[in-house]
Each structure stands twice: as C-alpha cells, then as structure tokens.
C-alpha cells in the first residue's frame, strides 16, 4: 500500500513562493480531486503534524515542554480542533495518551528530546504491549547539529543523537527522524498511518528549526488517509472455517472464550455474533474484561484458572472443546502456568491467523471474517451453559458489620458495583483491584480498562487523565492503591485543570499489597501520606475539587451519596482506610501461584 498520502507533486502551489496559494487566493477547492489550498502561516510541518492528528481522532495531545518541541507546540495549538494539555511529567502524558487510545482508538503525546524521551519511554512500552496506536511526537535537535560532532544538552554527553532512537526501536513499530524537510511529509504521513494499521505506538522526532518552516508538501490540506484493509485469504478463511465448524460441532459441550486482542482485531461485535450463533456458555479472559458484553444471557464469567469467578473455571476446563479469540497467556493470566486447558481441545483464534488443537494452522486469516463465517457454520449447542445453570449458586453477601465497624474491601467493591451505569467507566489499578474489578458485573455501555500485560504501578491516574478526556460523557471510577498513587499522583492536578469529574477510590492499606502476597519484605511497606491533603494542595482552590477519608460503611455510603449527588459536578477524590492485611481471596491464591513460578530453581546444567 502506498502510504505516501498527500504527498504529490500537483498539489504545489503554482508560483514558486512556497507560500503562494494558487491563483493568490486562498480557497476551499470543492468538486475537484485536490485537497483545500491552506494559507502561508498554516502551511508548516507543525501544523502539517497537527491537521493529521486531527483528522485520524485525536483531539487532545498529552505534552510536556521542554526547548527542543516550544516551537511546536505552537504550531499545535494554533490547529483548531486540537487541544494541547500539559501534564506534570512525562510518564504521565505517555499513560494519558494510552487512556485516550484505549477510548479512542489513537493517542498522542509530545516531549522534548532524550529527557523527555526516556522519561516516556516506560509508558510508550505499555501501550506497545496492549496493541494501542499510539503517536510518540519528541522535539528533537536542530537539523544543522546532526553529523557535526557536537554535544547538546539533555543527552548523555555523547555526540551520537540516536540513543534515544535506540531505546525506542523496540518499543515502537516504526521510527521517523525528521531533520529535513524534503521527506518530513512523508515521514509523519508513514509513521502516522503504520500506527494505525499496526496498532502499535510509533516515534516521530521533529528537529526543533523545522516546525515552523513552510514547504510546498503542505500547502493543501493533507488526504484523509484511506488505509487498504487488510484481507483473509479466501482458500486459507474456508479452509479454517470448515475444520473449525467440524471440530466444534461434534462436540458434547463446547465453549467460547474472549480474549484482550478482540479489541486490536476489531473483533468484539464478530465475537458477539458467534456467540449467538452457538449458543455456547462465554467467558472472558481476565485482560479481555469489558470487550465481552457482561449482559449477554450466556455469559459466565471470567476465566483466569483457579482465580475464576465462581463456577466459570469448572465449565471452562471440563469441557471437551474451547475457543479461545485473541488469547494472550503470561504468567499472570495463566496464574503461574496452572491452567488446566489441553492443547488438543483447543482453537486458537489469533488476530491473523487459527490453530486447530494439536491439527492444522491457517494463516492469513482475520479473527473477524473467521468468527463470523464460523458463526453461520455451528451448530447450536448450550448443553455447558445449562451445565453452568445447573451448578451455579449466587455469590453470598460480605458479612454484615456495624455501621462504624472498619471498613472492609469486599464492602466497598459492594457499593461500586452500585454505581455502576452506562454513563460510567472503571479503571483498575495495578494491585488487589485487579481481583476486586474483575468481580464488577458491567452493565451494557460502562467502559472498563486496566494494564494487565505490562502491569506498571501508577499507570491509572494518567490512564484515568486520557480516558476521561476522551470521553467526557462518561464518569470515570478510578480504583487506585496508596502504593501505585505514589508513583504519579502529580497529575490529579491536570484533571483539575480540565474540569473532568472522575470519582478516585484511593484504596489506603498501607502497601504494596499485591508485592506482599507474592513475596513479602519491608521493602513492600511505604510511607504513609496525608492524601486528602495533598489533593486539597493540588487544588489549592482552583477547579472543582471535593476530597473524604471514610473509615466504615456508614461514611462510605455518605460519600458516595456525596459524589454522585451534590459534588457531582466535581473531581471526587475518596480515600477508603482499610486494614493491611484485607485483599480479595483471588490474590492470596494468585500470589502464592505466581510466586511458586517465580521461585523455580534453575535447571539442570
């Protein structure tokens, strides 16, 4: 595919000035192949950059100033229909981009050269790990410093500038170092249209002396980009279909279970259709939460081995077929290599491709055409559902406590699952949320997220800074430990800043808990801090901001009340004090398992 959008000869103006719009008019060109003539300040490689992100979604660019991106930044500012904010760090602005991604299909974020580069790095490796497009925009040197031997600030010292490239080849499908401006179109326009079809993060340097230098490629209006779809082999997508469809309906009692690369296969709706089509009992993998409808009549649950929700596991592993859309099996998923799944009653459905139990693979084969020609193919069959119906005994209530009893956690998840609508969403830190969230029953339309391959503590609070941004409609329930807030509390005071009203559940018990349960030492104990104070410093009378320290039921419940009624216009930021040793049931058993394989011995020389 050609992926030179926008950059054609014909589209240069018809005097030599590089400014002059043709004719010496500026016009919107209607009826004609060529894109709107734009006028002489607008047509810079800065704001080139800007119109493109624009047009691909993204409204709002997370951003940290520093010397080498000043210029632009203006130039992105000036672009009606993009938003600038400006985040407390780097890391933050990174995770911010990822939340944005996450609701709106594409991220960006712009820092300044190595400092600003490494500082984001950690996050552009998360969004890598999730399959998000992410667009990664530094300011880079000035164009005349490369190849001269010099030495610039904010690098180690060295005249080679490709250190910060370096880190970033691995974390990134592509990489444009734009210090001319000849290729500088056509570079962004790649690096731009292969985040989107790869759906991975990508690098775009911008040397500091360019952004605002205008140059024939963009004097028009770029294309809107028109990505070539990619497509399944016909042969291999039939292929695939009638050895599944054999497979599945000979069956006694077959299941479907989703997984997190639904959301990069653009799968979910598909997944849907099948599962209708089947009749199967449906789980979803814990990483895939929220790209399954929790609605749906036959859904069952998350399966995550012996951390399961109840009953899901036994119907999952018993059965004498699985298919598994867009698995991903770490340590964490599979609980520490335990689950009991046999290969040879497996279909693998892969973003591109199907393997059939121990039998045939197919390749060149979309999930979405493959799950939608199988659902047309299958046989109906709920025998595992009316399995799952047979066992199934509702979950019990958390004992009952006297209003001013301590507060425990199973009690206050109670009450979040209470709050739940179609006009909220949940992020889930890193931690014992993990296990608690995944207990939520979402109702049709409420978002959930949390970063479970990459797993980086402190990721929710720029995480919840980008998705609430993108989707404004919606009220973000962020469910934080004290242990990951540490790590970028700074950016509560950007969500100030732009007026979003998320409720923050800071989950106060004293530590890591998550660490303690896998291996526990002083080192999982932290300081404690006064975090209503520090949010109340943050706010410092600027926005609307309500902060409470609840310690039993009794004042949860008057601080939710509180939050969803008269503050509901504002950020609510809720610290629930709880004992330390007070976590789900699923991570003391999840902890112990991960920390068995953690704690293999070597192997034989």
Known sequence: MDTKIGSLDNCKPASNDVCSPVNGTVS????????????CSEATLGRHLARRLVQIGVNDVFSVPGDFNLTLLDHLIAEPGLNLIGCCNELNAGYAADGYARSRGVGACVVTFTVGGLSVLNAIAGAYSESLPLICIVGGPNSNDYGTNRILHHTVGLPDFSQELRCFQTVTCYQAVVNNLEDAHDMIDTAISTALKESKPVYISIGCNLAAIPHPTFAREPVPF????????????????????????????PVLVGGPKLRVAKACEAFVELVDAGGYAVAVMPSGKGLVPEHHPHFIGTYWGAVSTAFCAEIVESADAYLFAGP?????????????????????????????????????????????????????????????????????????????????????????????????????????????????????????????????????????????????????????????????????????????????????????????????????????????????????????????KVFCEKELIEAIETATGAKKDCLCFIEVIVHKDDTSKELLEWGSRVSAANSRPPNPQ
Not at 228 to 238: F, Q, R, V
Not at 243 to 250: I, P, S, V
Not at 395 to 406: I, M, R, T
């Open 226 to 253: 028109a990505l070539s779809p990619k497509l399944s082999n016909k042969m291999g997508l039939e292929a695939a279909v009638e050895a599944a469809a054999e497979f599945l309906n000979k069956a006694v009692k």
């Open 328 to 548: 991903i099996y770490n340590d964490y998923s599979s609980v520490g290599y335990s689950l009991l799944l046999k290969k040879e009653k497996a279909i693998i459905v892969q973003p591109d491709r199907v393997v059939i139990g121990n039998g045939p693979a197919f390749g060149c084969v979309l999930m979405k055409d493959f799950l939608r020609e199988l659902a047309k193919r299958l046989k109906h069959n709920n025998t595992a559902y009316e399995n799952y119906h047979r066992i199934f005994v509702p979950e019990g209530q958390p004992l009952k406590a006297a209003p001013k009893d301590p507060l425990r956690v199973n009690v206050l998840f109670q009450h979040i699952q209470k709050m739940l609508s179609s006009d909220s969403a949940v992020i889930a830190e890193t931690g014992d949320s993990w296990f608690n969230c995944q207990k939520l029953k979402l109702p049709a339309g409420c978002g959930y997220e949390f970063q479970m391959q990459y797993g980086s503590i402190g990721w929710s609070v720029g995480a919840t800074l980008g998705y609430a941004q993108a989707v404004p409609e919606k009220r973000v329930i962020a469910c934080i430990g004290d242990g990951s807030f540490q790590v970028t509390a700074q950016d509560v005071s950007t969500m100030l800043r732009c007026g979003q009203k998320t409720i923050i559940f800071l989950i106060n018990n004293g530590g890591y808990t998550i660490e303690v349960e896998i291996h526990d030492g002083p080192y999982n104990v932290i300081k404690n801090w006064n975090y209503i104070a520090l949010v109340d410093a943050i706010h410092n009378g600027e926005g609307k901001c309500w902060t409470t």
């Open 28 to 39: 919107t060109i209607q009826g004609s192949v060529y894109p709107a003539v734009v006028n």
